[in-house]
C-alpha cells in the first residue's frame, strides 16, 4: 500500500480516486450509510460544491460535526475498499477527508471544504442526487417542518437505545461526551461520588431533557444525534414534551440505597412502553422505585411512545379538569382508564393534548412563572423579576443574614435553576443541600466570590495594590518582584466584564483530554514590541521563542545537541551553567512540545490573552530585519480575547515570570480550560451574571476600602449605564468601570453598629433588607417541656425594652436543637448554648451589668437555685472584708454565674413565666 504524506498547507492536493472508481464506491449499497448520502448531497448543492461545515449545520439545524463526521467516514471507507493507498500528516496520523475534498480557511478563518472534481463528475454521471433525493434525512430551514419534529427523532433513538442495554456504561460515556452537566455521579458509598456505571433509557433522555432553556434541550438532543450518527432529521421544535427535573433527572436511586433489580425493571419497562403493552405489575414495581413518582414515571414512558401515553402532570391535570375528566389515582390500573376516557373525549394524539395542555396553560398565566417538579416539568417562559445590584442584609447575630446570602446569590447568577429548585418537592433540608451545591458549583466557576471586610481590610486588598512576589527566573533562582495585584473586586469585575469578548479563534469545541499544556510569553506585554510581536503571531497562525537570538536549531533533537549549536556558533562555553535558561527554553519549544498540546499566552503574571493548539513542528524564521523571536512553530488559535481574562477565570495561582514552561495541574484548572474551549450554543460565560459577598461589610472602613469606586457602584454609573463612568485606577494605570452584570451582596450585623452609623454614601447605593429573630422557627422544638421559642421571643422583648431591637437575638443560637432527637442531647445541647453563647452574648451588650443580665433572664422571679445569675449568699461576705466603719456605706455588686441552673428545668420555665413575685 502506497503511504501518501501531506504537509499542513498543502491543501490543493492532487487526486487519489478516479470517476470510475467514485461510481463503484457510490453504487455499493455496503458502502453507503445514509448519513454519507446526505452529507455529500449537501456539499453538491452549495454553489462551487464547496461550503464550510459550520455553515451546512447552521442551514439544515444539525451540528457541523454531523457533516465533518459523514465525510471523514466516508473518505475512511473509500480508503479501505480501494485498499491502495493511505495519506498521513507529517506527525505519522491518518488523514480521510483529503480523499473527498480539497480545503483551505475562508475570510472568517473557518475551513471551507470542496467536493473533488472527480466525484462531482461520479455523482452527475450517476444521477446520484435525483435518485437519494425523496429520501433525504436532513432538510434545510427553509423546508423543515416545525411542529412535533421531535417525534421521529425520539423514535429513532429508542430503537438506537435497545442495542445498549447491555453496554450501560458507552451510554454514560456519550452524555459526558455531548456535553451533559452534572448528574453523571453515582454514589455507590454514601458521601463518596464516582462516574455512574448503569443508565437506563428514561434516565438517559432525562438527562438530556432537563435543561430550563428550550433551545438548549433541542441543541444537545441534535448533538446526541450527531454524535451517534442517528439516521434522522435534527429536531426543531419540542411541542409538548415535558421538562425534566434537572436536579432530579434519575429514575433509580444512588447505588448505596438502589435494589439490583431496579436498572433491569426500568429496561424491561422500556421495551414495554415501545411494544404498547406495558403490564400492571411492570408499571407499578417501578412506581415504586425510589425518587420516580407518578408524575415522573408518565412522562418518560411518554418520551418514547407519545401517541400511546399521555403524561400527568400539572399541565395536563389541568387539561383533564376541564374536560370533565377525573385525575388518576397512582395506579397502573387508573391511569389506563384515564387514558380511555381521555381517546373518547378527543380524537386528537395525546402529544398534540400535551402540548395544547401546556399552550392553555401559559395562556392562561400573566405572572412570571416556571411550573417544575411533580407539579409540572413545563417551563414557562416570562422575563424574569430584576434583582436590585447592591443590597445590604442586616439584623442582630444568629438572624440567618450570611446564611441567607446562598439563596439570594444562586437567585441572582443563575435565576432559571433557582426557579426551578423552587418548586421541588422535596424536604427543606434536601432543597438546602441541592442550593449549596449550586452555589459550590458557581464560587469554583468563578461567578461568585466571597469575602469579610475587618479593621486591617484597605484598597490594596478589594481592588488593587503592589505587591512582592516570588518567581523563578531563567537561572532557577528565586527573584523578588513587585507587581501590581488585583483584588477580589476587581477580580470577579474582569470575570464579568462584557468586554472580555473573543476576538478570534476557532469555533468548534476542543477535547483537552490528555494534552499537555504550557504557558508561554509573547514579549514584554509592557511595551510596543511584546504588542507587535503577539499581533505577528495571530496574523501568522504561529508562536515565536524570543530565546535563540537568530540561531537555527534545525537537526537538534535533544538539549546536549541545542547547547552544542549554540556554543559553536557563538564560540563559548555552557559547561559552567548547567541550568542555562536559554538551552532549556528552545530544547522544550523544539523537541518536548508536540502537535496537540496546548499553550496559553500570558499577559504578564496575573492575565491570559489567548489559546493555541500546536499543529507543526519546529521552523527557523530567517529575518535579515530582526534577532530574536525566530523560533516559530504553526498553531491553530483556538481563543484570542480582546481584553486579558484575569488568571483565576483558568488559573489556581499567579503565573512564573520563566517565557516557557509546562502547567501541571496543580496551577491550571482544567475544568475551566475546557469550559472557555467549549462552543456554547447560549450567550458565552463572560455574559452570565457575577456576585460578590462582602460579610460584615459594616465593620471595614468604606471609603479607605472602596475609594474612588464607591460612586461607579451606581447602576447608572456601570458600564453601559445611562450615565456610564470610568476612572483610571492609581497603581496600574489600567481604566476600570463596575460591569453591569455583577451584583454586590452585603451583610452587616447591627449589633456592632446600628444602621444610622453607617457611611451615608453606602447607605445612599445599597438598598437594605432587614433581617429579625424569627421564633416561629424554633416552635417544633421543645426543651424540658418548655418551648424554645417562647424562650427567645420573652428574652428578646425584654432586650428590646432595655436596650433596642438591634441588639436582640437571632433564632440561629438555637439551631443546633433542630438536629436532636433525644430530650437527653437537646438538654445538654440548650445548656451548652447558654453557658458559652447566650450569656457571653447578654454580658457583652449589657457591658458586663449582670442585674440587667438578670432581668432579660427573669431571674428576679425565680427561686435563687434557678437563677443563671446570682446575688445572694456570694463569699466571702462585705463584712469579712471591710472594716465595720465603712460596710453599711457599701452596696456589694458582686455577681455570679450559677452553673447549676444551666441543667435545672425550672430555670428556663421561668423565663417566660408570668409570676413576677420573687420569694
Not at 47 to 59: F, I, N, Q, V, Y
Not at 534 to 539: G, K, L, T, V
Not at 690 to 716: A, C, K, Q, V, Y
Not at 775 to 791: D, F, M, T
Request: proline letters at 4%; hydrophobic letters at 35%.
Amino acid at each position: 500500500m502506497e503511504t501518501i504524506t501531506v504537509t499542513e498547507g498543502d491543501y490543493e492536493s492532487p487526486a487519489f480516486v478516479t470517476k470510475d472508481e467514485w461510481k463503484q464506491i457510490l453504487s455499493s449499497k455496503d458502502i453507503m450509510k445514509r448519513s454519507y448520502i446526505d452529507a455529500l448531497i449537501a456539499f453538491y448543492l452549495e454553489p462551487g460544491h464547496k461550503s464550510t461545515c459550520k455553515a451546512l449545520g447552521d442551514k439544515y439545524n444539525l451540528h457541523h460535526n454531523t457533516f465533518n463526521g459523514a465525510i471523514t467516514q466516508f473518505g475512511k471507507q473509500a480508503q479501505k475498499e480501494l485498499n491502495r493507498f493511505q495519506i498521513v500528516s507529517n506527525d505519522g496520523s491518518q488523514i480521510y477527508w483529503r480523499i473527498v475534498m480539497t480545503g483551505r480557511y475562508d475570510s472568517s478563518n473557518l475551513f471551507e471544504w470542496t467536493m473533488r472534481d472527480e466525484l462531482v463528475e461520479a455523482i452527475e454521471d450517476l444521477d446520484f442526487v435525483s435518485a437519494n433525493y425523496k429520501s433525504i434525512g436532513i432538510v434545510s430551514n427553509q423546508n423543515q417542518q416545525k411542529q412535533f419534529t421531535w417525534i421521529p427523532a425520539f423514535a429513532a433513538l429508542a430503537k438506537w437505545l435497545l442495542e445498549y442495554k447491555d453496554r450501560q456504561e458507552d451510554l454514560v460515556d456519550i452524555l459526558d461526551d455531548i456535553g451533559v452537566e452534572n448528574g453523571l455521579n453515582d454514589r455507590i458509598k454514601k458521601g463518596e461520588p464516582e462516574k455512574v456505571k448503569v443508565m437506563d433509557p428514561f434516565t438517559f433522555v432525562s438527562l438530556l431533557m432537563k435543561y430550563q432553556n428550550l433551545q438548549n434541550r433541542i441543541n444537545i438532543f441534535n448533538r446526541l444525534i450527531a454524535k451517534i450518527e442517528l439516521n434522522v432529521q435534527a429536531i426543531k421544535d419540542l411541542d409538548g414534551v415535558p421538562t425534566a427535573q434537572a436536579q432530579s433527572a434519575w429514575l433509580f436511586p444512588y447505588g448505596f440505597e438502589r435494589d439490583p433489580d431496579t436498572i433491569p425493571l426500568l429496561w424491561e419497562l422500556f421495551e414495554q412502553v415501545l411494544k404498547s403493552e406495558i403490564t400492571s405489575e411492570t408499571f407499578n414495581s417501578a412506581l415504586k422505585i425510589k425518587h420516580t413518582g407518578f408524575t415522573k414515571l408518565t412522562q418518560n414512558i411518554f418520551y418514547f411512545n407519545p401517541s400511546r401515553y399521555l403524561p400527568i402532570d400539572k399541565q395536563t391535570r389541568d387539561w383533564l379538569a376541564e374536560n370533565n375528566i377525573d385525575n388518576p389515582k397512582e395506579s397502573w390500573e387508573d391511569y389506563i382508564k384515564t387514558l380511555e376516557r381521555v381517546a373518547k373525549n378527543s380524537s386528537k394524539p395525546f402529544y398534540q393534548i400535551s402540548y395544547e395542555a401546556w399552550l392553555s396553560n401559559q395562556k392562561g398565566n400573566d405572572s412570571p412563572k416556571i411550573v417544575s417538579s411533580k407539579a409540572s416539568e413545563y417551563t414557562i417562559k416570562d422575563e424574569p423579576i430584576s434583582q436590585p445590584l447592591n443590597r445590604i442584609l442586616y439584623g442582630p447575630p444568629g438572624t440567618g443574614k450570611t446564611y441567607r446570602t446562598t439563596k439570594l446569590a444562586v437567585e441572582c447568577v443563575d435565576p432559571a435553576w433557582y426557579a426551578s429548585w423552587h418548586s421541588f418537592d422535596l424536604p427543606d433540608d434536601e432543597k438546602r443541600i441541592l442550593l449549596k451545591q449550586k452555589y459550590d458549583e458557581l464560587t469554583s466557576k468563578g461567578r461568585i466570590a466571597f469575602t469579610t471586610f475587618h479593621q486591617s481590610f484597605a484598597y490594596e486588598d478589594f481592588i488593587e495594590g503592589i505587591r512582592p512576589t516570588v518567581n523563578k527566573g531563567p537561572d532557577n533562582q528565586s527573584m523578588i518582584s513587585y507587581d501590581v495585584i488585583p483584588g477580589i473586586f476587581k477580580s470577579i469585575c474582569s470575570l464579568a466584564d462584557t468586554n472580555a469578548k473573543e476576538r478570534t479563534g476557532s469555533t468548534q469545541s476542543v477535547n483537552i483530554d490528555g494534552k499537555k499544556i504550557w504557558k508561554l510569553s509573547l514579549g514584554n506585554t509592557l511595551e510596543d514590541e511584546g504588542e507587535d510581536i503577539f499581533n505577528e503571531c495571530i496574523e501568522n497562525n504561529y508562536i515565536l521563542l524570543g530565546w535563540g537570538e537568530d540561531i537555527n536549531f534545525t537537526g537538534c533533537e535533544n538539549r546536549k545537541q541545542v547547547v552544542s549549536k549554540f556554543e559553536s556558533t557563538r564560540n563559548i562555553s555552557l559547561s559552567d551553567d548547567p541550568y542555562n535558561y536559554l538551552a532549556t527554553a528552545v530544547n522544550s519549544f523544539k523537541n518536548v512540545i508536540k502537535a496537540g498540546d496546548l499553550v496559553i499566552i500570558s499577559d504578564g503574571n496575573h492575565k491570559f490573552r489567548a489559546i493555541a493548539e500546536v499543529t507543526g513542528n519546529y521552523e527557523f524564521l530567517d529575518l535579515p530585519d530582526r534577532i530574536g523571536y525566530q523560533q516559530s512553530r504553526k498553531v491553530k488559535w483556538l481563543r484570542v480575547y480582546e481584553t486579558s481574562l484575569p488568571k483565576e477565570k483558568l488559573f489556581e495561582k499567579s503565573l512564573s515570570q520563566m517565557t516557557l514552561y509546562n502547567l501541571k495541574d496543580s496551577t491550571i484548572n482544567r475544568d475551566k480550560l475546557k469550559e472557555l474551549l467549549t462552543v456554547h450554543s447560549t450567550e458565552s460565560s463572560v455574559n452570565k451574571p457575577h456576585l460578590i459577598i462582602i460579610d460584615e461589610i459594616n465593620r471595614g472602613n468604606i471609603s479607605r476600602i472602596f475609594g474612588e469606586l464607591i460612586t461607579l457602584l451606581e447602576p447608572d454609573k456601570r458600564k453601559d449605564g445611562s450615565d456610564a463612568r470610568e476612572i483610571t485606577l492609581p497603581y496600574s494605570k489600567e481604566k476600570f468601570s463596575v460591569p453591569s452584570n455583577l451584583y454586590v451582596l452585603g451583610t452587616m450585623n447591627t449589633a456592632d453598629k446600628s444602621l444610622a452609623q453607617i457611611d451615608f454614601a453606602l447607605r445612599r447605593r445599597f438598598e437594605f433588607i432587614e433581617l429579625l429573630p424569627e421564633p416561629s422557627h424554633l416552635k417544633e422544638v421543645k426543651v424540658h417541656n418548655v418551648p424554645v421559642s417562647e424562650i427567645l421571643e420573652v428574652i428578646n422583648q425584654r432586650i428590646e425594652v432595655l436596650l433596642d431591637r438591634e441588639h436582640t437575638i437571632g433564632h440561629a443560637y438555637f439551631w443546633s436543637l433542630m438536629e436532636l432527637q433525644s430530650d437527653e442531647e437537646r438538654e445538654e445541647e440548650l445548656a451548652n448554648i447558654f453557658e458559652n453563647r447566650i450569656i457571653p452574648l447578654l454580658q457583652e451588650y449589657f457591658f458586663s451589668d449582670w442585674e440587667r443580665i438578670g432581668w432579660v433572664l427573669n431571674d428576679p422571679a425565680k427561686d435563687s437555685n434557678d437563677r443563671f445569675i446570682q446575688v445572694d449568699n456570694l463569699t466571702p461576705d462585705v463584712k469579712s472584708l471591710f472594716h465595720d466603719s465603712v460596710t453599711d456605706q457599701i452596696m456589694d455588686r458582686r455577681y455570679r454565674i450559677n452553673n447549676e441552673a444551666f441543667n435545672r428545668a425550672k430555670a428556663y420555665a421561668g423565663i417566660v413565666s408570668a409570676d413576677l413575685q420573687a420569694e
